[in-house]
């Protein structure tokens, strides 16, 4: 299990190694739908990270409906802590590496302007993407064993790419379990409802297959 990065992380063990693990509990991940990279289509050509169409900014993090936090303020704060933050984490963990030895970038750090090209390097842990392209084959080790948990208002938008996978999974009628938790956020999807509900669901899932431990 795992929460936001971390519920991504597990998300991607369990898709990866299918056969590792039991089962996966993640709760609001970061962006499993590189077209929705929080409100942001990375393959679409023409797109903006700091501006939308109409050149209004972007907003990455609201609280009770109001935005908190722009990406071009945030990104920029990244830049001058030189090494970078969360959306620079996204590049180095899904970027190859540059002529520089840098990862490659996704987007202008000044402009905002996304390089298309680049973000297809990206797909290959487009989560939505394994998915749905690999179901048939990949069902047989998964089914039953997603879980995804995610608050209808999640602070950093990251509910628009669940709710994609949720609406894909669907239509091949996939054994999985995604839910989005009305007036939750980031934050109070992890209440002790939430907590409880999950160590049930694992204990239950650990013991039908290890039913001497009953």
């Not at 993090?61 to 990244?78: G, H, I, P, S, T």
């Not at 179901?135 to 879980?147: D, F, M, R, T």
């Not at 790419?161 to 091949?172: F, Q, S, Y």
């Not at 007036?183 to 239950?204: C, V």
Request: with cysteine; proline share 4%.
């Amino acid at each position: 299990t795992g929460h936001s990065s971390g519920g991504w992380s597990s998300l991607w063990l369990m898709i990866t190694y299918p056969d590792t693990f039991g089962g996966t509990w993640s709760t609001a991940p970061d962006s499993v739908d590189f077209h929705d990279f929080q409100k942001v289509n990375l393959y679409r050509a023409g797109e903006n990270l700091y501006v939308d169409a109409k050149n209004n900014r972007r907003p990455i993090a609201r609280k009770n409906n109001k935005v908190k936090l722009w990406y071009k303020d945030f990104d920029q704060m990244e830049q001058v802590l030189g090494h970078g933050g969360q959306l620079h984490s996204f590049e180095a963990s899904f970027s190859p590496r540059g002529k520089d030895g840098k990862p490659v970038r996704v987007w202008d750090c000044k402009t905002g302007i996304i390089d298309t090209q680049a973000a297809k390097n990206w797909n290959k842990y487009d989560i939505k993407n394994i998915l749905t392209s690999n179901w048939k084959k990949l069902a047989p080790q998964l089914n039953g064993k997603i879980h995804l948990y995610m608050g209808e208002v999640d602070t950093f938008y990251l509910d628009g790419a669940t709710r994609n996978l949720k609406r894909a999974m669907e239509n091949i009628s996939a054994d999985v379990t995604i839910e989005l938790f009305p007036g939750k956020d980031h934050s109070s999807l992890m209440d002790q409802k939430m907590r409880n509900r999950i160590r049930k669901e694992m204990t239950a899932a650990f013991l039908k297959h290890h039913p001497e431990w009953n």
